[in-house]
């Protein structure tokens, strides 16, 4: 009967070590779905602050036109170039908040790919602990109780009090 119970040990160690392995394996694909998410969210904000940027500079060229018109012969060439520079200048910080923010995405995709491997690394750490445990269980009670073994242990061997 001894025997049979550590089979069934050992066959249970096997299994929770394979529950361990898949489960850092399926941690590590949700990491990496959520990187690839990310850096999709990266690129979505490059493309928007891009567009932003383009219809704030088209904005400044109707202005410009405008002013052309409103101002011709009156000074308007220094308010045109305010409007200018102040155009170029709202087009430059929305360019630079969409670096920014697609370099924050970015950064968050690359450490959730860093957490996956470590998930990872941890369920094969996880599963060849528990299959180094079970072994050493197999081993112990193959000693015990097998019907190979000389040995019948009667007493702990550590003391109880």
Request: net charge positive; proline share 1%; no cysteine.
């Amino acid at each position: 009967m001894g025997q049979f119970a550590a089979i069934g040990s050992l066959i249970g160690s096997g299994m929770q070590a394979l529950g361990q392995y898949r489960a850092g394996k399926d941690q590590e694909r949700a990491f990496k779905q959520r990187a690839s998410v990310l850096d999709a969210d990266a690129v979505a904000v490059e493309k928007a602050s891009t567009e932003e940027q383009r219809a704030k500079r088209l904005e400044g060229k109707r202005i410009g036109a405008m002013q052309l018109v409103d101002f011709q012969g009156l000074g308007g060439a220094l308010v045109m170039a305010e409007t200018r520079r102040e155009i170029d200048r709202d087009a430059e910080f929305i360019a630079q908040e969409g670096i920014r923010g697609a370099s924050r995405l970015r950064s968050q995709a690359s450490g959730e790919r860093e957490m996956g491997k470590s998930a990872r690394r941890a369920g094969m750490w996880q599963a060849g602990t528990s299959l180094l445990t079970g072994g050493a269980r197999f081993a112990m009670q193959g000693e015990k109780n097998a019907w190979w073994s000389k040995k019948k242990y009667k007493q702990p061997l550590y003391r109880t009090h």
